[in-house]
């Protein structure tokens, strides 16, 4: 195992790094400390070829390309305070109103306008006997972006020699307060030489939550059980997105109700080999096939992002859930411990 650190660009003056995480087995995974960003993740394929298989840039500045501003897909980010949608930017809580962004149509989107994953954060590294990794920390004020209470948040990455990269989440609230983190990475198991139709997914859910127009669950359950978005077994991509009439933005619900650690989707490529098992304690989990990436992005070396290009498996909290009666753990107490962990394990 090894960590390197180097400088990723200027952010306001202030130097942003990046760190490297490399395992024993070819694996490597740079994480960025603006928006606690995982920027790059190689991996070798069935023949032994290491090539990077997540959406992101090569420096900061990539990050602030118009065409990504404008798109705004939320590469490899750390989303929070609360992880997509919440209905009309507003919740209730103990009595009170709150008002957040409207920064997507009507809704509040991944926390607002300046949400965790435009942060810089705090970063220290560290070896342990389970690998080598980065403890990542912020300080969220009361009332930024409309959300009550101060919050100390952690988000620790850990690399292992088992090829799996370990995500922890902790935050710590004076207040009640929604909270719902997520990591955003885009993965294409094929390395970019094709689109993600060509994948294997399974999804170990048999339900999914309505979303309405303007794309905020409701609260309802639906039963997938025969339909084109049934992914219990694995099907290809390209089929389910065929029989749906378009790609996934589909909200399962995963049942774990006791906040187990489980699997919760595994998703192959044939073509190269390639495999992601997907396991957490969240309660759900967004399957998202970057249906709305524009085909302008692209790494600096060229590498072909855009509609298809990537596919997201985004574990947490319900969207929405602070408008969804009896939505479980949408809301940490004040004083509580908000944790939470996903695993992406690679095999090839």
């Known amino acids: 195992m090894?960590?390197?650190?180097?400088?990723?660009?200027l952010l306001n003056g202030e130097t942003v790094k990046e760190y490297t995480l490399k395992n024993a087995n070819g694996v490597e995974v740079k994480i960025t400390n603006y928006g606690a960003t995982v920027t790059t993740i190689k991996v070798p394929?069935?023949?032994?070829?290491?090539?990077?298989i997540a959406c992101g840039f090569d420096t900061l500045d990539g990050y602030f390309n118009k065409d990504y501003v404008d798109n705004a897909p939320y590469f490899g980010c750390t989303v929070g305070r609360y992880s997509s949608q919440i209905k009309d930017a507003k919740f209730s809580l103990n009595g009170k109103d709150y008002q957040l962004a409207n920064n997507c149509g009507p809704n509040n989107l991944h926390g607002g306008a300046v949400g965790f994953d435009k942060k810089v954060w705090s970063a220290e590294t560290f070896e342990n006997e389970k690998?080598?990794?980065?403890?990542?920390?912020?300080?969220?004020?009361s009332l930024e972006e409309?959300?009550?209470?101060?919050?100390?948040?952690?988000?620790?990455?850990?690399?292992?020699?088992?090829?799996?990269?370990?995500?922890?989440?902790?935050?710590?609230?004076?207040?009640?307060?929604p909270l719902s983190l997520t990591n955003h990475?885009?993965?294409?198991?094929?390395a970019f030489h094709s689109n993600v139709e060509c994948h294997l997914a399974q999804v170990n859910a048999n339900t999914k939550l309505?979303?309405?127009?303007?794309?905020?669950?409701?609260g309802n359950i639906i039963n997938v059980e025969g339909a084109a978005d049934d992914m219990r077994k694995p099907k290809r991509i390209g089929d389910a997105h065929e029989g749906m009439g378009d790609g996934f933005e589909n909200f399962y619900i995963l049942d774990n109700e006791k906040a187990d650690f489980i699997e919760s989707a595994k998703i192959t490529c044939p073509d190269s080999?390639?495999?992601l098992t997907v396991s957490t304690t969240e309660p759900?989990?967004?399957?998202?096939?970057?249906?709305?990436?524009s085909d302008a992005l692209k790494r600096e070396n060229g590498q072909q992002f855009g509609k298809y290009r990537g596919f997201c498996c985004e574990t947490h909290r319900y969207p929405n859930g602070p408008n969804i009666e009896n939505s479980p753990s949408s809301i940490t107490k004040a004083g509580e411990t908000f944790k939470s962990t996903t695993q992406f394990k690679f095999n090839w």
């Open 2 to 9: 090894s960590t390197t650190i180097s400088d990723f660009g």
């Open 210 to 218: 309505e979303c309405d127009d303007t794309g905020a669950a409701t």
């Open 146 to 177: 409309g959300f009550p209470g101060n919050v100390d948040i952690e988000v620790t990455f850990t690399l292992t020699n088992n090829n799996e990269l370990n995500i922890d989440y902790l935050g710590t609230p004076d207040e009640d307060t």
């Open 273 to 275: 080999g390639r495999s």
């Open 131 to 141: 690998g080598s990794g980065i403890k990542m920390s912020l300080k969220s004020n």
């Open 45 to 52: 394929d069935s023949k032994g070829h290491i090539e990077n």
């Open 185 to 190: 990475t885009y993965f294409n198991l094929n």
């Open 284 to 293: 759900c989990m967004l399957l998202y096939t970057g249906k709305y990436t």
